[in-house]
């Protein structure tokens, strides 16, 4: 089933009608709005949709009837009845209720076949109020919020109806909705219009208009219908009712045009990052209307829509890069919003130097808890994970440098794996080798060695760890594992003595770099993905090998008094930093990678996922004994680090709300569809209670089959919501490459008859997707699929 | 006049009564609470408040009569009564109308001395639904939120009140509200409770509870008494009621624990930014429980209350640092909340490279636009001055390498002002001088040289401009002058030639570092105000000299072609950035902190204000000579930089939001009563409309003083809404120095009598103190006086 589709057609103007309360005049103000139009616009197709209806049949048909008596020429249809005058979920009690996801579909398709006749306008009519819950359950502002249509919210004229109908816009608009226009039954007693027509004008640009109350029923049914039909004639005809829809007329028009030029325009004002401007166009410029889920709501392309009316102007576009890697509870999510509305209403930003509030403290216990290493217990704040790795490298250089004796002008590097990436800022960019990313950059200067690494790929269908040629005098050959569980399963591995290899290896050349003067200050890794580098698995028995052999090398690093053994959590050797920036926070299925390598960092660093794809907020966790480090009676030993809004109250409590809810989903089961054995075959191992369960949204089924594509791939793997395809490259590997280029371009193209795609990034010759955490087992299949027959066509 | 107190006492349970909507039962639900309560705690005395009162007097009155009769011995009061049976505001027309602020400070008396006498209760009773305008016409919601009650909230439980409850509970929420309860009538027909229940306990773990509904209206006034009567009396002791007290009170137990507790929690988790920790103690940390307009609500220490105990658990403490200097528009402002909320819904987050959404575009137009440098034509986005600047600099050095033909490897350095600070990361800080912030950082290298400047002070009530001694020579002596325009006539200044010594210094300082082989790659200033390396004033007819000196010195940089003087907006020289993150955006007063300066600068980035004090984000406009340099065939030649949350939809939407607004308080005159010669007396000189508009919400009378109190002060200054007090310093000036601290702490113990205080930030010898840009003339006066007590009590 194609995903959610927002409803946006150039030759179709599309409204939603909410009422701030029910009994509000919905129902009139609709059929009003359907006749003026059908009267304005004679050669056009006015239609009205009441996706679901509620009380007796005959009554309830009533509706029907009504736009059928009062509005006669206007296509009508209801799509789901049910008896009892209630809220829809609880008159649906015991029928059979199609998912949320169906429901819109059929609206979709309604729509959809209007769009493609002729040129009109479709009022789409709720139930009750914006929260009145759907079939399902789900409230309607929730409901309908991926299709973003455009609201005319009519407001509540009696006595309360001020309160009711601002609250309703508010929890409109917080679900990311457009309200265009308000509507009000005019009231002299009240007089709410005039209120409402201040706040709303003043404050959101948002005219208020009002119409005359319908006549009061009549006892006798024909002389109401008589009232009522007069009413219609009158009204439909005013000028009032007209200026509403030419307005409603000159929004729709003004979105489409603004979604059009958006590319354009943001062409000549945007600097990108990370954006070879020359090889940019407009055309290549993706305009983004709205999220939802795991879905972007796209411009297509007007060149596809001049070909054929009924392609919308919108379509779902898969964000394959769960949005450089941050999103994770789905775009849009009204809990995560509410966590974030709440935290600015409560405080917006405070200062945090030498002060506390409740969701810094929450979000850093929530954390230190959820990591399960005691060696962590502080947490900093920052902005990003490029911050955040400053801020770690800061910690570390200090403590090595303390704790070896070397004065403040020594060169001290860092020890990293090749194509390791840790930000973009100077100092972070000073961690990474030289590479296509900073060779350029004028005052970058790598500072440290880079070890090359044994990386872990699927190819053939067998799980490879692969040691590259100038090591395998060194490590020894490649190894094969028939389960990403066997190469995880490090306990057994080592007792195997397959470190061995690699701890003499290691040690080898440390000595080596020594012998040569070279002083180091940290190990800094991403745990066991190379991220930004090139989408790499690596060994997790090499990381744990690397962390050990650093651990217990503090001979070699410099002299220093005997290390305190009494206390385990403090650091040895070097302090061990994790940048579990991308892969932490259940990026790779678990709340922290470094579980993976069953060994604990003394500092760790976070970010992305942390706020579920929401803002910017990183943090750095560290150890007591690295925390002292920075403990003097002078203020200028202190760590002198602090941007503005360090641990800012939006993004902490945005944090908490994220993580909990995702240790909820874990600790529920959530993703126990992507654990079983049929979906995950060999890819987890066969079921052994033994091994450690590695697991990953993406099936094993794609993962064989594109493992076996040999002509095309390299190999693959898949853990936890992350798939990565690293493709053949005659233009040789790495970040030049261009490889990978014509799968992203046969994804973003898509599928041209349900109009959805798949938008994703490659890193040179590897592409990459990503789900989020609550992608669904649909969702992933029919992508599965896409993938397939992209590749297929290749 | 004090600031807004919220309402919280150990010993005063405070409880606030919202209703979903009119005639849900606020009243005889709040007379239950008050009933139990009063029969349950025996000893302790309930109250009732009602603020507001519309309807008939007799009716009203009715209320009170109401609680007289079916609660009796609870203490119980209507602060204002119209006689109208509608919504406040429209009842009060034509009345005199209390102010917001008067209206909350007859609440917090009455709380006040209730809670003064004993232990007890408070139930205050709002009027019709949560957003139901007040008397002024501020709705409910808003008028309330800073005294921030917690919420029993009593939901609609006829048809279509799910939705009335859910959208009210979002009302409250997105002010920061905790609705700690919610109560409803029970109802077998639609049985709202049940999805409530289970929505609200589900996502929000708030509990709901019902009552059985109260028996209908008897006709006979004396039986409809006794029924109420016996309905209130079986209520009031049945065990639903009681837990829901019982709960009420655990959680306000709880509130105070955790407002007690989070200093000692946070001291042993943190690591705080910039803070030496030996020198924190859990009794220095200020925790923080809310905050609103310029107002943090912060816990009074445990110590002050036992001794006193009408004394509150909150007290006001104005945010004297404007939160690091990232508030503007006040504390949990309602419509940066609902712009941060609706892009939170409209999107999350989406990813920007190769992308466009609405906010971002609008952001850029709106800074482009509001900037009126022709140069600026392009919008680099990241998410703090730190990185912004890091972006800027990559920028500049890229673009000299390339003109001056130096290689990659040439060390580049830039040119800046002595106590210059540009932020925390790496990059950032090797563009400052070496100085305490960055002497002990181990990758530190600053790359540059810096500038000794002449700065601006009022001493004596008189304006210096002060050059330092050993500059004196070539600088020429001090100058004084009557007023601050004066200082700021910079055209003026220059047809008296005043500048030629400055040019003629800086150009015989550059010749002779570019004689040594120095090499320069950008001129990097913060227009007029050193901010952080000591809130110093700069003249700013120095810094127009430097920016003039160095746009035509290219001859003297190195070789490079003759400028394309056909194009004005290329950059000649050295591209000039100017870091506006904290002068900017209406902190000195004026959107860019540029025109001060009357030049233009290539490069210019901005934060802090940017999004009005509520998240992270930052902007690096650029020029389209500087854009240009970074076009090639080659994506390594781009600019590589770029954060995961790049460009943020929620971020771009405050800011936007933000700026329109501070944009159209400009345009309405909103500051005129702080440039009005009452209040700004000399400091914006004699009214003159020929000279520079320079002005500042501190009164002249305040910094007149200051100035004058010459045994303490070196001197002071004050533009826009910042105000910086120089103390002499015994221990030598600068951020070591600790001669701030007595008058920090002296504002931090602040009123005990009326219970609020300033809390600021020093920077060494310096106290500052910034408003936001909706800070009262109101306000102001009374922290003038403050700040004047404390230095006569020095």
Redesign the interface.
């Known amino acids: 089933m194609a995903p959610v589709h927002p409803l946006l057609w150039s030759s179709l103007r599309v409204f939603q009608v909410y009422g701030a ?3 509000v005049g919905k129902t009139i103000i609709a059929t009003l709005l359907c006749r003026a139009a059908n009267n304005i616009w004679k050669k056009e197709q006015t239609s009205y949709l009441k996706p679901v209806s509620t009380g007796p049949e005959d009554e309830a048909d009533d509706r029907c009837t009504h736009i059928e008596r009062y509005a006669p020429g206007v296509l009508r249809k209801t799509l789901l009845q049910y008896d009892l ?3 829809p ?2 008159a649906a009690k015991g029928k059979l209720v199609p998912s949320d996801k169906e429901l819109l579909s059929k609206i979709y398709q309604f729509a959809s076949r209007s769009a493609a006749q002729q040129p009109g306008w479709l009022f789409i009519e709720t139930a ?6 759907g079939p399902t ?1 789900t ?1 309607q502002a929730d409901l309908y ?1 991926a299709v ?1 249509c455009p609201v005319v919210l009519i407001a509540d004229s009696k ?2 109806g ?3 109908t ?3 816009f ?2 409109l ?5 457009d309200v265009e226009s308000i509507l009000i039954f005019q009231d002299s ?3 709410n219009e005039k ?1 409402l027509r201040n706040y709303f004008t003043a ?1 959101h640009g948002i005219p208020v208009a009002s119409l005359p109350k319908p006549p009061p029923r009549a006892q006798d049914k024909d002389a109401d219908a008589r009232a009522m039909l007069q009413y219609y004639k009158n009204e439909s005809q005013s000028s009032g009712i007209r200026n509403i829809l030419e307005y409603l007329n000159q929004r729709h028009q003004a979105r489409i045009e ?1 979604l059009e030029s ?2 354009k ?2 062409y ?13 166009s407009p055309e ?8 939802r889920g795991d879905f ?1 709501q796209t411009v297509v392309p007007k060149a596809e829509r001049t070909v054929n009316q009924h392609i919308p102007v919108l379509q779902p576009s898969f ?1 394959g ?1 769960a ?5 994770g509870l ?9 966590a ?19 969701p ?2 929450a979000l ?2 929530t954390l ?1 808890c959820g990591m399960k290493n005691p060696r962590l ?5 920052s ?5 955040g790795v ?1 801020v770690a ?2 910690m570390s ?2 403590a090595s ?1 303390l704790r070896y004796g070397w004065d ?1 002008n ?1 060169d ?1 590097g860092i020890i990293g794996l090749k194509g390791g990436y840790h ?6 960019m ?1 961690c990474a080798e030289p590479s ?8 970058y200067n790598g ?1 440290g060695i880079w070890f090359d690494y044994p990386s872990v790929k699927c190819s053939r269908g067998q799980w490879i760890v692969e040691t590259p040629d100038d090591l395998k005098a060194d490590l020894g050959g490649n190894k094969t594992f028939t389960s990403l569980s066997d190469v995880f399963d490090i306990d057994s591995r080592e007792s195997n003595d397959e470190q061995k290899a690699y701890e003499q290896y290691i040690e080898r050349r440390l000595s080596h770099y020594v012998s040569k003067g070279r002083k180091f ?1 940290a190990l800094l890794i991403e745990p066991v993905v190379i991220g930004a580098g090139g989408m790499a698995l690596v060994d997790p028995l090499y990381q744990r090998a690397l962390v050990s052999v650093v651990r217990r090398s503090a001979k070699l690093f410099g002299s220093c008094p005997e290390p305190d053994t009494s206390d385990p959590t403090s650091w040895t050797g070097l302090p061990i930093i994790f940048d579990e920036v991308f892969t932490g926070l259940y990026r790779l299925g678990r709340f922290t990678a470094s579980s993976f390598l069953k060994t604990e960092a003394d500092i760790s660093v976070h ?2 996922l942390l706020t ?5 907020l990183s943090t ?1 966790l ?1 150890s007591e004994s690295i ?1 002292h480090v ?17 641990a ?1 109250p ?2 902490c409590q945005v944090a908490v709300e994220s993580l909990r809810q995702m240790q909820a989903m874990e600790k529920k089961g959530e993703w126990d569809w992507a654990k079983s054995s049929d979906w995950s075959g060999r890819l987890v191992g066969q079921p052994d209670a033994m091994k450690p369960e590695v697991w990953s949204i993406w099936p094993w089924d794609l993962l064989y089959w594109i493992s076996n594509q040999t002509d095309l791939i390299a190999g693959a793997w898949a853990l936890g919501s992350v798939l990565a395809i690293h493709m053949n490259a005659a233009d040789g590997l790495g970040y ?1 490459s261009n490889a990978a280029l014509k799968l992203q371009g046969s994804l973003l193209e898509g599928d041209r008859t349900t109009v959805w795609n798949i938008h994703s ?1 490659v890193l040179g010759n590897v592409l990459y997707l990503m789900g989020g955490q609550k992608t669904s087992k649909d969702d992933i299949t029919e992508i599965a699929s896409m993938v397939k027959h992209a590749l297929t066509a290749h």
């Open positions: 309360n029910t009994d005058a209630m809220s979920h609880a009750g109020g914006v929260h009145s819950p359950g409230t919020a973003r006595l309360g001020i309160s009711l601002i609250s309703a508010e929890s608009k917080l679900r990311g909705y007693e009240y007089d209120y404050s603004r958006m590319p325009d943001a000549k004002r945007i600097w990108y990052p990370f954006t070879q401007h020359t090889s940019l290549k410029i993706v305009a983004i209307d709205s999220a972007f964000d890069s949005s450089w890697w941050t999103q789905g775009h849009g999510n009204p809990s995560l919003t509410m974030a509305a709440y935290a600015g209403g409560r405080y917006g930003h405070v200062m945090f130097a030498g002060a506390v509030h409740e810094a403290l850093a216990d230190l217990t502080r947490v900093f704040y902005d990003n994970g490029s911050t400053e490298v800061k250089l200090r440098r403040a020594t001290i930000g973009d800022t100077m100092g972070a000073d296509t990313y900073n060779e350029n950059i004028e005052w500072r200050g970010a992305k579920g794809g929401f803002v910017p750095t560290a925390f920075f403990e003097s009676e002078d203020k200028a030993d202190a760590l002198l680090h602090g941007h503005s809004y360090t800012h939006i993004g030049k990034r």
